[in-house]
């Protein structure tokens, strides 16, 4: 199965966009991501309404190494669960649509 096409759609090439509604482990959060980096995490719904994103309706996102949080100034090296319920990783801010993993915890750790 691929990600959805209308969820990879709305990411620019420059890099710079905001991931809506996703879940972190303290709650539903806006995040941006520019440059390969976490720049800013804002309350969901808090993002600019017409800035470039893509919406996450809940979907998780977790950092790739440790069990930390995502947090602003972190690289944008992260697992993220698409609108489409698939989990891709997200590589200096660029999702790998060829690959997948079953959605884990939250914190991290394994199953």
Same mark, same amino acid.
């Given at each position: 199965? %691929?990600?959805?096409t209308? *969820? +990879? @759609? #709305?990411?620019?090439? %420059?890099?710079?966009?905001? +991931?809506? %509604? @996703?879940? $972190?482990?303290?709650?539903?959060? =806006? ?8 720049r800013?995490l ?6 600019? *309404? *017409?800035?470039?994103? +893509? =919406?996450?309706?809940?979907? @998780?996102v977790r ?6 949080? $995502?947090?602003?100034? =972190?690289?944008? &090296?992260?697992? $993220?669960? +698409? *609108?489409?319920?698939?989990t $891709?990783?997200? #590589?200096?801010? #660029?999702? =790998?649509? %060829?690959?997948?993993q079953?959605?884990?915890?939250? &914190?991290?750790?394994?199953?």
């Amino acid at each position: 199965m %691929n990600a959805p096409t209308c *969820c +990879l @759609a #709305r990411i620019p090439a %420059n890099g710079k966009f905001w +991931l809506r %509604n @996703a879940r $972190v482990a303290d709650g539903l959060r =806006d995040i941006r991501i520019e440059d390969g980096r976490v720049r800013a995490l804002l309350a969901a719904g808090e993002s600019p *309404c *017409c800035a470039p994103g +893509l =919406d996450l309706d809940g979907g @998780a996102v977790r950092p790739m190494a440790g069990d930390g949080p $995502v947090a602003a100034g =972190d690289p944008a &090296d992260l697992w $993220v669960t +698409l *609108c489409g319920g698939r989990t $891709v990783p997200m #590589r200096a801010g #660029r999702l =790998d649509e %060829n690959r997948s993993q079953n959605a884990g915890p939250l &914190d991290g750790s394994d199953r």
